[in-house]
């Protein structure tokens, strides 16, 4: 406990924290509001879809850089090595340092939207859709970023590792996903592209944000039935148990990165 306590206190003090408490305030006020003053606006079309949209493409860029460059630099700096010394084991210092970025993450997101919430008009169940979405995102990038920083081992490669794999993931991946699944027999493709989404932890948690929040103005009603069981409580612990399982996964495989690469040194 004490080594979470100063894991903590060292993410606490970190300023890039307090920049994104401030970004994550102007984007959900400044969207919102606009989407609020519009003629047209709507419950879904104009707030929930742009803060969901916003969200997706930029807070796993955030994530995914922190924690990508925070490890290259322990790396780079030989300071992991010096923490190995310690009678810790390297999954026991991945934990705790992936729980206590986690919990400053998600105070500093709690905080955010408890300001946006009392500027923009929204139901408390879509806040509570958008904070879950965020804190989902939250968990897969930190958990991606910190193998990506570790297999990079410098800081100028995890930064760069870490763009590329948000571009494939985020920016690409809906259209490398139909690419891919086009090429399946056709009575294959619905259900293609549904196994695809547990594939990519980003891509499940905006489809399952979206589904939940007003599936019919996304998907349309031809294909509403085909994401019914988002809706469900089985669907709710699905995605969040597969998403948990894939975090899970990155950090074991992070873990062993680590002692593969304190071995090597």
């Known amino acids: 406990m004490s080594l979470w306590r100063m894991e903590w206190a060292r993410s606490l003090r970190q300023r890039e924290n307090y920049i994104f408490l401030v970004i994550w305030i102007l984007t959900l006020v400044l969207l919102g509001g606009l989407g609020q003053a519009l003629p047209v606006a709507a419950d879904y079309t104009n707030v929930s879809a742009t803060l969901i949209t916003v969200l997706g493409l930029i807070l796993p860029l955030f994530i995914l850089l922190t ?46 939207f408890l300001v946006a919430s009392l500027v923009v008009g929204q139901s408390g169940k879509t806040w509570m859709i958008l904070f879950s979405y965020a804190i989902g995102l939250t968990i897969y990038a930190t958990a991606l970023g910190t ?21 494939i993931l985020v920016l690409l991946w809906p259209t490398l996903l139909v690419t891919i699944v086009s090429w399946l ?20 948690m905006r489809v399952w944000a979206s589904t939940i929040v ?37 950090l074991s495989l992070a873990s062993t990165v680590m002692y593969g690469g304190n071995r090597h040194d």
């Open 185 to 204: 027999p056709y009575g294959m493709q619905v259900n293609g592209m549904i196994v695809a989404l547990f594939l990519n932890g980003f891509d499940l």
């Open 147 to 167: 193998l990506l920083g570790l297999i990079a081992r410098k800081r100028i490669r995890a930064m760069l590792l870490a763009f590329l794999t948000w571009t």
């Open 67 to 112: 924690t990508a460059l925070h490890w290259g630099q322990e790396q780079e700096s030989k300071r992991l090595n010096l923490l190995s010394t310690f009678t810790y084991p390297k999954w026991k210092l991945i934990l705790v340092r992936f729980s206590s970025f986690l919990v400053t993450q998600g105070l500093i997101l709690l905080l955010a």
């Open 214 to 250: 007003s599936s019919s103005d996304v998907f349309g009603d031809v294909y509403l039935h085909l994401l019914n069981w988002m809706h469900r409580p089985i669907g709710y612990a699905g995605v969040w148990l597969s998403l948990l399982t894939a975090s899970g996964f990155l």
